[in-house]
């Protein structure tokens, strides 16, 4: 009882012993060095092993443990690697694993290829869906354990273009809505996190058409309003109070407000906005 209690109020971030996919850049990165700053020992996974190696050295720089190791979240076989293989590295049972691996992909939903929307679902969906997998029997029973899911306000906002994006990132927060209540009577903790704009190389790193794939890289760049550091510390900081949602910027919080007050209202004005924007470049 007593151990339950001290679960239940403890802080998953501090003295972590975690695993997070995807971090050799970006958001992914400054949770390795969120968490090096609480005292975590952090198992950092990248299908780029280069990328994840100069994570560790930030991570050791500020006076943290890291192990650089290779994953691809597309292969369950791989992720089920990195839960038996983190725990060695560690020499203790991983408390938090942080599914953050992730691609941008945008374009008109008729000029997709099947094979782009494979490649979005398969990192984007399934590799948190694999995470999830291998990572909750270790948590189950050890008796406590912490999943952040790394979606997207892109799982609410629906903007077009962005068709198997939005799809992928909308099923990333059913799927952490879910485990939030399920898991909840296992003392596991679970947050989701949705941002809007952050400044990293996700649109270098994606599949953007030309058209727009430099203003959307200057957008992100020069007009994000939050840094990775800063969502990374929030995300942290919610899951520690037992949050279930991170949607760390003003207008991710708009947009979550306008779409549940009124969904017709929010889509119809989507359509017009996108509409005028057309007609505009036309
Ligand atoms: N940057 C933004 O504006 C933004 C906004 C909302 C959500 N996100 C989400 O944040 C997460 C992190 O993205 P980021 O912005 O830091 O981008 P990023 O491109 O800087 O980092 C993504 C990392 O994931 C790795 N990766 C790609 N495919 C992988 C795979 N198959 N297996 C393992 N690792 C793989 C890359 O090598 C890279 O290190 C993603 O899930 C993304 O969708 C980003």
């Not at 930030?58 to 006076?63: D, F, H, M, W």
């Not at 996700?202 to 200057?218: C, E, F, M, Q």
């Amino acid at each position: 009882m007593i151990e339950f209690l001290k679960q239940r109020f403890a802080s998953p971030s501090k003295n972590a012993y975690a695993v997070i996919t995807g971090a050799g850049s970006g958001i992914g990165r400054s949770f390795a060095l969120q968490l090096a700053a609480r005292n975590g020992a952090i198992v950092c996974s990248d299908i780029d092993l280069e990328s994840a190696k100069e994570t560790v050295a930030l991570v050791e720089q500020a006076g943290g443990k890291g192990y650089a190791v290779t994953c691809d979240v597309r292969d369950a076989k791989q992720v089920e690697k990195l839960a038996q293989q983190s725990e060695k590295l560690l020499g203790h049972p991983v408390t938090l694993i942080i599914n953050n691996a992730g691609v941008g992909l945008g374009g008109k939903f008729d000029e997709m290829s099947l094979d782009d929307w494979k490649w979005c679902m398969d990192i984007n969906l399934w590799g948190v869906i694999h995470g999830c997998h291998y990572f909750v029997p270790g948590f189950k029973k050890q008796g406590h354990g912490a999943i952040i899911n790394v979606a997207s306000a892109a799982s609410f906002t629906a903007a077009p273009e962005m068709s198997a994006y939005n799809v992928t990132k909308a099923g990333v927060r059913a799927l952490s809505e879910t485990l939030f209540s399920e898991l909840r009577k296992d003392n596991i903790r679970v947050n989701v996190l949705c941002p809007t704009l952050v400044p990293t190389n996700i649109i270098k790193n994606g599949r953007i058409p030309g058209r727009y794939s430099k203003l959307a890289d200057h957008a992100l760049m020069n007009y994000a309003m939050t840094t990775s550091d800063d969502v990374a510390k929030l995300t942290l900081n919610r899951l520690d109070k037992g949050e279930l949602y991170t949607t760390p910027q003003i207008d991710a919080k708009m947009f979550w407000l306008m779409k549940r007050a009124s969904p017709n209202l929010y889509a119809k004005f989507l359509g017009f906005s996108y509409r005028f924007v057309n007609n505009k470049e036309a």
